[in-house]
């Protein structure tokens, strides 16, 4: 065998594979979708979900105060899709702490899968205060895999009849959320509060949350 020959062979590989492995760990670093500081507890993380096309941006209000890490608290998200030029306007609330900021990938069926999956359903109570206090309102919101609720939008089997962006005028004028469970269990935390204005303006400046 030709030692010089083989050994350079030897060489290449180790560089192909060094060069792949390089590779994957950034892939796997972009795919952590670690969102951004922009503000004081404010967060934002954009993309684009390359299995279904789908553009996305999660703008993020911490409760927090002091130096407790974002992954640690309760959160407030609003997010804002476009997928085949429709846009979606989402709202989500985690009442727990979690370093899972990832996006919710679209249901996209298969020919092995071909049903979206049936996650359960909590029910939640909001109310906005400002100069003045609105109604108690009392949505379903269906509880993702990992934990965090997402508001159910109007849609065949929801019972909703109001789109997220009907809560975002209310917001607009009383734009302290107050919001929890409507019949909490046990070890469920209680109501959170949080102050929306900054999250608000961040909203108005997103091109993908416009209807």
Not at 27 to 40: F, K, M, S
Not at 162 to 167: A, I, L, N
Request: aromatic share 10%.
């Amino acid at each position: 065998m030709n030692t010089a020959r083989y050994a350079a062979d030897m060489h290449s590989r180790i560089v192909q594979l060094a060069v792949l492995a390089i590779c994957m760990f950034a892939l796997r670093l972009a795919d952590a979708q670690t969102p951004e500081t922009v503000g004081e507890n404010l967060l934002r993380m954009e993309g684009t979900d390359a299995a279904s096309g789908t553009r996305f941006v999660r703008l993020i209000l911490l409760l927090k105060t002091g130096d407790a890490a974002p992954e640690s608290v309760p959160r407030f998200t609003v997010e804002c899709q476009e997928r085949n030029r429709k846009r979606t306007l989402n709202w989500l609330i985690r009442f727990d702490g979690s370093p899972d900021f990832a996006f919710q990938k679209p249901f996209v069926a298969t020919n092995d899968d071909l049903f979206p999956p049936q996650n359960p359903t909590a029910e939640l109570k909001m109310r906005f205060e400002g100069y003045m206090r609105s109604p108690e309102f009392k949505r379903k919101w269906e509880v993702l895999p990992g934990g965090e609720l997402r508001y159910r939008n109007p849609a065949a089997g929801s019972p909703n009849l109001d789109d997220p962006r009907h809560f975002t005028v209310w917001l607009n004028s009383l734009p302290e959320l107050r919001i929890g469970y409507v019949k909490p269990a046990a070890g469920q935390p209680g109501e959170l509060v949080f102050q929306t204005k900054p999250l608000l303006e961040l909203v108005k400046k997103a091109e993908l949350c416009q209807p």
